[in-house]
T-cell receptor, first 113, second 115 residues
């Protein structure tokens, strides 16, 4: 089944403890992206990647890192999480950028205490 | 800078009513793309439509239709004969050619369809 998976789905952590949210797609898509969703703010793009080893900042990249070492994986790294990064995070992928349908993962709800 | 405005925060209708969700965008690019996504109560995000700036034809897909008007920078979404299953948050989004594949979402409109 074609899908985008994220792990973990739920995470509660403490300020400053490094964490990684994984994202994987099995559709051989070149484009992958991370978003965060906050009440009243909609979805905001954090980072995106057009292909392996190519990443670009979205609207809210501060406090996040990403890497794209393999086409199927696009992990989101929070080196030193803070409470303002408490949010619902979505990963998405598409074949070649926004000209194609984006498939979203199920979301990861992160709480930083 | 690109910007998307969805002025309607919440809309409530009775089943079978028609409802229009508004989306107004700002861009300086001549080439850009507009999108609508649906987020049902279960939380997943579902792609509905993509439209490029050179194609102003209205689109109809079943009970869904989209009205793209460059003159007013709007890309409105109409649901005809709404159903309870249409209850969701709907997001409009914009990508400009000059920004690569960066996507900017509006804040969303929550639609509640009452039986």
């Amino acid at each position: 089944e074609a899908q985008v998976t994220q792990n973990p789905r739920y995470l509660i952590t403490v300020t400053g403890k490094k964490l990684t949210v994984t994202c994987s797609q099995n559709m051989n898509h070149e484009y992958m992206s991370w978003y965060r969703q906050d009440p009243g703010l909609g979805l905001r793009q954090i980072y995106y990647s057009m292909n392996v080893e190519v990443t670009d900042k979205g609207d809210v990249p501060e406090g996040y890192k990403v890497s794209r070492k393999e086409k199927r994986n696009f992990p989101l790294i929070l080196e030193s999480p803070s409470p303002n990064q408490t949010s619902l995070y979505f990963c998405a992928s598409s074949y070649q950028g926004l000209s194609d349908t984006q498939y979203f993962g199920p979301g990861t709800r992160l709480t930083v205490l | 800078a690109q910007k998307v405005t969805q002025a309607q925060t919440e809309i409530s209708v009775v089943e079978k009513e028609d409802v229009t969700l508004d989306c107004v965008y700002e861009t300086r690019d001549t080439t850009y793309y507009l999108f609508w996504y649906k987020q049902p109560p279960s939380g997943e995000l579902v792609f509905l439509i993509r439209r490029n700036s050179f194609d102003e034809q209205n689109e109809i897909s079943g009970r869904y239709s989209w009205n793209f008007q460059k003159s007013t920078s709007s890309f409105n979404f109409t649901i005809t004969a709404s159903q309870v299953v249409d209850s969701a948050v709907y997001f409009c989004a914009l990508s400009e050619e000059s920004s690569g594949d960066k996507l900017t979402f509006g804040t969303g409109t929550r639609l509640a369809v009452r039986p």
